[in-house]
């Protein structure tokens, strides 16, 4: 199994997922259903994090297959600059949606601030509307390159992956050739989006196994959206630094194991902080502790972010010789 098998196996989520999140979503609408909404804006976010080791493997499936008698690239780097639109809008959609339900998460005696605002949920259904757009667009263009005779040259269709050609070439220049001083603010933005992430969602984790019990555990809560900026400022960040250099990290065993742990452990931040699965310690007073099966889950995400500053650490010295 090589990276073109598993590419093919991984994009089924992010598209059949968004169709089937827009019809959870439309239902929930219609019928005033806030489990629904939870329901869609959890599937909404998880496909958010799929989409992230989706594309990348896209990028080392091109790698896998470029030498392949045949292969027509214009068609490849179509499907590419296709794929990047659709993975930059999902990415979006899974933020907004990720703030919703943080929203649904709080457990307040007003209901009103214990639920998204109207705007952030029109606002997740139409941009996963555009997505779906995008995504079957991607989709379509990825199945030409191994089936051209059910292209159908569609000029909108060779005009995004135009657009996202020349996006991924813009983003490339930007990061490695504009400034000398970009790749560095990257690191520092990097840095600070590990610092936001680690000290919001560390905290809570430590106070939930058990530490500073003098602090009850709903205040600490409130600090979550601070923890998810910080994991939306690392994924914007790694993605230039991928874009900038998308030949050294495909091939990079640790950072290829680097972003499955971020997988993992952005789940474990998306179920458990960000639904109502947290309610059952959210209420955990000063010298109280919180539940066992809570306590798993902190020493777990405790460990996974642990593993994912070392790991980062450790990129530039797992790369596979050519």
């Known amino acids: 199994m090589n990276f073109a098998h598993l590419h093919l196996l991984l994009n089924h989520f992010p598209i059949i997922g968004t169709l089937i999140g827009i019809g959870v979503f439309a239902v929930s609408l219609i019928a005033n259903r806030d489990k629904l909404k939870q329901v869609s804006l959890a599937l909404f976010s998880l496909l958010a994090l799929l989409s992230i080791p989706t594309y990348i493997s896209g990028n080392a499936a091109q790698e896998a297959i470029k030498e392949t008698p045949g292969l027509s690239m214009a068609l490849v780097e179509s499907h590419q600059g296709s794929a990047l639109l659709a993975f930059v809008f999902m990415e979006i959609t899974g933020a907004v949606a990720l703030l919703g339900l943080w929203k649904f998460s709080r457990t307040v005696k007003d209901p009103w601030l214990s639920r998204p605002a109207r705007w952030n949920l029109i606002a997740v259904l139409l941009l996963s509307v555009v997505t779906m757009g995008l995504m079957a667009i991607a989709g379509n263009t990825g199945g030409e390159i191994r089936h051209p005779e059910i292209g159908s040259g569609d000029e909108a269709t060779s005009t995004l992956g135009t657009m996202g050609i020349e996006m991924s070439a813009s983003i490339q220049h930007f990061v490695i050739d504009s400034s000398m001083w970009v790749w560095p603010l990257l690191e520092d ?10 000290g919001t969602i560390g905290l809570l984790n430590l106070r939930v196994l058990g530490f ?3 602090l009850p555990i709903a205040p ?7 923890g998810i900026a910080g994991f939306f400022v690392n994924v914007v960040t790694g993605f230039l630094f991928f874009m900038g250099m998308p030949g050294f990290y495909v091939l990079n065993i ?3 194991i ?10 474990n931040l998306l179920v458990f902080y960000c639904t109502g699965a947290f309610h059952a310690c959210e209420h955990v007073g000063s010298g109280e502790d919180a539940p066992p099966f809570a306590k798993v889950v902190a020493a777990s995400s405790l460990v996974l972010w642990l593993a994912v500053i070392v790991l980062g650490r450790y990129i530039p010295f797992g790369e596979v010789p050519q």
């Open 258 to 267: 680097k972003m499955f742990t971020i997988l993992l452990a952005g789940a």
């Open 254 to 256: 640790i950072f290829q």
């Open 220 to 226: 600490l809560h409130r600090f979550i959206p601070w």
């Open 189 to 198: 933005l990097h840095f600070l989006g590990l610092i936001l992430l680690i």
């Open 212 to 214: 500073l019990k003098q």
